[in-house]
């Protein structure tokens, strides 16, 4: 899609809708759009907002959507048939490197729905796929069935210890790694902030590439207001979403 069009908000249906657990369901839309996993597009219902999704899908176009406030419940409320209007793809997706190895990804909460979609995308590419996931608790695990059917390996943790490893997302690191091919190990997260710093302070001490997909209020998306600012000077909607380190501590090149 052309920069322009991706700047112009497009009406799309809901075609079909997955429960994937308690607190969160993926919006499965009618069309497709030309995009790399850990692009977003910004959503846009009339009187009630616009808020950044991270594309799920993109053939078609799926939006996971976690149900925490005002705007993600109304986008729970949309039934098969209803109208959403999304601007993009928008922003820097993960740019896997060649030729293609082992890759770990790790994710928490709603951040592992675009790690679905790259997993699709290094498996088709030829990579040998290793995944964490990590939440709470069982219930609030996310795409783990999806993540097996593809045959990604999987490591879970929940912090409360009811499935998998007690604790964070990144106490599994080590034994992921252990278990990975001897290919060389590419990480790639999405998840709440606090784990991306922790992944990348990981990736940092073990020298291993990382890309991080990084959240940050939004509100233009387009790099005018300024708002999804971190560090000294990233614009997360336009060198991000996903950076090649963490951007609170590195600063932009060039
Ligand atoms: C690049 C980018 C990609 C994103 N991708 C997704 C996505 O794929 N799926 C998705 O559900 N959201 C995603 N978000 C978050 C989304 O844009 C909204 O912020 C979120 O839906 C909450 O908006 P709201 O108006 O419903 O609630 P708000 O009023 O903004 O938030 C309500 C309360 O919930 C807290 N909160 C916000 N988000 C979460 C969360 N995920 N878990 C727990 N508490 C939270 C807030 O701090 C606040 O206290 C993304 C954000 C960015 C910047």
């Given amino acids: 899609?052309?920069?322009?069009?991706?700047?112009?908000?497009?009406?799309?249906?809901?075609?079909?809708?997955?429960?994937?657990?308690?607190?969160?369901?993926?919006?499965?839309?009618?069309?497709?759009?030309?995009?790399?996993?850990?692009?977003?597009?910004?959503?846009?219902?009339?009187?009630?907002?616009?808020k950044p999704f991270s594309l799920a899908g993109a053939d078609p176009v799926c939006l996971t959507v976690a149900a925490v406030g005002p705007f993600s419940r109304a986008l729970h409320t949309l039934a098969?048939?209803?109208?959403?209007?999304?601007?993009?793809?928008l922003g820097r997706g993960f740019a896997p490197p060649s030729p293609a190895g082992h890759a770990l990804l790790v994710g928490g909460g709603y951040g592992v729905a675009p790690l679905r979609f790259l997993a699709e995308r290094l498996l088709a590419a030829g990579w040998h796929v290793s995944a964490i996931v990590g939440a709470r608790r069982a219930a609030d695990l996310l795409l783990v069935e999806a993540l097996a059917a593809l045959g990604v390996r999987l490591w879970l943790t929940t912090e409360d210890g009811s499935v998998g490893l007690r604790g964070l997302a990144t106490d599994a690191f080590d034994a992921a790694l252990t278990a990975a091919p001897e290919a060389r190990t590419t990480v790639f997260a999405c998840g709440p902030v606090g784990m991306l710093a922790a992944v990348a302070a990981l990736c940092r001490t073990r020298g291993l590439p990382?890309?991080?997909a990084w959240e940050a209020h939004m509100r233009c998306a387009v790099g005018l207001c300024g708002s999804c600012e971190v560090g000294a000077g990233w614009l997360t909607c336009l060198d991000g979403p996903v950076f090649p380190c963490d951007p609170t501590v590195a600063l932009p090149m060039g």
């Avoid at 991706?6 to 030309?34: F, K, Q, W």
């Avoid at 098969?80 to 793809?89: A, N």
């Fill in 1 to 50: 899609m052309s920069e322009a069009l991706a700047g112009l908000h497009r009406p799309y249906r809901v075609a079909s809708i997955r429960l994937e657990n308690a607190a969160t369901r993926t919006l499965v839309l009618d069309r497709s759009l030309a995009a790399d996993p850990g692009q977003f597009v910004m959503a846009w219902l009339p009187d009630v907002g616009e």
């Fill in 80 to 89: 098969v048939g209803d109208r959403i209007w999304l601007r993009g793809p």
């Fill in 210 to 212: 990382v890309q991080l």
